[in-house]
């Protein structure tokens, strides 16, 4: 995708506002996975070990892509964790019960409405930026890594709440970056417009 041509975001293509509401809301979404993370554990009572390595797929970070890219990356990534988190829910809905709701159901429930809420503002972003459709998806290869039995079942759902805390703090990152660079691509794209206005 790096390769893929792509021009420079000038004008008011970008809100800031909307910058700030979308960091506003990741940042809002990382203190509920802190809490959801803290309330699993307590309801597990067990130490949970992850393997290294992301179960969401995207393009490595690179310094060479610009504000469109960077934003299909993080908006591809979080429909991944989004996808994954709502197998997760079914999941132990279907294999460990729906039974009373409690403050972890509650809290699960608050991380992926809020993570909806951070998709729909990213995909503004994405798409006041020019950039391409994110295509929905598919992550079925990716069911319990491919194990079976109770305690898989349980480091799966966990692997995938740390996948939605890792890009969550990825989002805030990106997101509060974004202004200077915009303001960087604007000055380069003022200074190829004011040497081709010279040319002429």
């Excluded at 709701?101 to 809420?117: A, C, I």
């Excluded at 079942?153 to 989002?171: G, S």
């Amino acid at each position: 995708m790096a390769a893929r041509r792509t021009r420079g975001v000038t004008g008011s293509d970008l809100s800031r506002t909307t910058v700030a509401r979308a960091t506003a809301i990741a940042e809002q979404l990382r203190y509920e996975c802190s809490i959801l993370l803290e309330l699993y554990a307590k309801k597990e009572s067990f130490v949970v070990e992850v393997a290294d390595g992301r179960l969401v797929s995207v393009p490595p970070p690179s310094s060479q892509l610009d504000t469109r890219d960077k934003l299909w990356r993080l908006h591809s990534a979080l429909l991944q964790c989004r996808s994954l988190l709502e197998s997760a829910i079914a999941r132990e809905e279907e294999e460990l019960g729906g039974g009373e709701k409690g403050d972890y159901e509650t809290q699960r429930n608050m991380v992926k409405s809020s993570l909806s809420f951070l998709l729909i503002t990213t995909g503004e972003l994405l798409k006041a930026a020019d950039g391409a459709a994110v295509p929905t998806p598919d992550v079925e290869g990716l069911e319990s890594g491919g194990s079976t039995g109770l305690f898989a079942l349980k480091r799966w759902v966990y692997r995938i709440f740390k996948e939605v805390d890792y890009w969550t703090k990825t989002a805030i990152t990106t997101l509060q970056a974004l202004p200077s660079v915009i303001v960087k691509e604007r000055a380069r794209s003022g200074r190829v417009r004011s040497v081709r206005s010279a040319r002429r």
